[in-house]
């Protein structure tokens, strides 16, 4: 049972435009919500995060988006560049696992910027 | 130099192997984590450990163990290795006062044969 699904295993966007990666997730007792970008080779690196509360978090080129009645989240990259292209793998926690470091992870999203 | 390390980055090993994979950290934080990677799978969680006298399973614990021999160093065991548990294996740190993994090192990809 996949609680957390990234549905799209690739994407491909030109340098300068909008990236748009998507997350969609079925347990509502989620309540925190986290992105992160993998380089091949290196872990994962924390990129941005969005509790329930709120519907958008925005950090320098990325943002992200909640929307909870239909259980998805999105993160937006404006404008796109090449050093972006990675995997992206977004994450959720549940309300219970605050205190845990367990999270659900999605299966990622590669995402290649061409220049 | 990396503020989270992983050795052996690679290894190799035959099933009924006992291995051990080891994680350091120089960002002096308390909790740190260890999960696993599959494809098609994202991260889970093997264990996770909030100070040096705190250590609890995580989602996927079984056949595995670990050490918490300073706050710095946290090492995983597989005790008897099988094939299943060829993957690849992310340790993690947290800031003070979060409880999300934010800091991975760069991973050992272990193949049990």
């Known amino acids: 049972d996949q609680q957390v699904k990234q549905n799209s295993p690739s994407l491909s966007v030109q340098e300068g435009r909008i990236s748009i990666l998507n997350c969609d997730y079925t347990n509502s007792m989620f309540d925190y919500f986290l992105w992160y970008k993998k380089y091949p080779a290196e872990g994962p690196t924390f990129l941005i995060s969005i509790s329930s509360i709120k519907d958008k978090n925005e950090d320098g080129r990325f943002t992200v988006f909640l929307n909870k009645s239909a259980k998805h989240l999105s993160l937006h990259i404006v404008p796109s560049q090449p050093g972006d292209s990675a995997v992206y793998f977004c994450?959720?926690?549940?309300?219970?696992?605050?205190?845990?470091?367990?999270?659900?992870f999605g299966q990622g999203t590669t995402l290649q910027v061409k220049p | 130099d990396a503020d989270v390390t992983q050795t052996p980055r690679n290894r190799i090993t035959k099933t009924g192997k006992r291995i051990m994979l080891e994680c350091s950290q120089t960002k002096g934080h308390d909790r740190m984590y260890w999960y696993r990677q599959d494809p098609g799978l994202g991260l889970r969680l093997i264990y996770y450990s909030f100070d040096v006298k705190d250590i609890n399973k995580g989602e996927i614990s079984d056949g595995y163990s670990v050490s918490r021999q300073a706050q710095a160093k946290f090492s995983l065991s597989l005790e008897s290795a099988i094939p299943n548990q060829t993957a690849l294996y992310f340790c993690a740190t947290s800031d003070p006062g979060s409880s999300q993994p934010q800091h991975f090192g760069d991973g050992t990809r272990l193949s049990i044969l």
């Open positions: 994450a959720a926690r549940t309300y219970g696992s605050s205190n845990t470091g367990k999270l659900i």
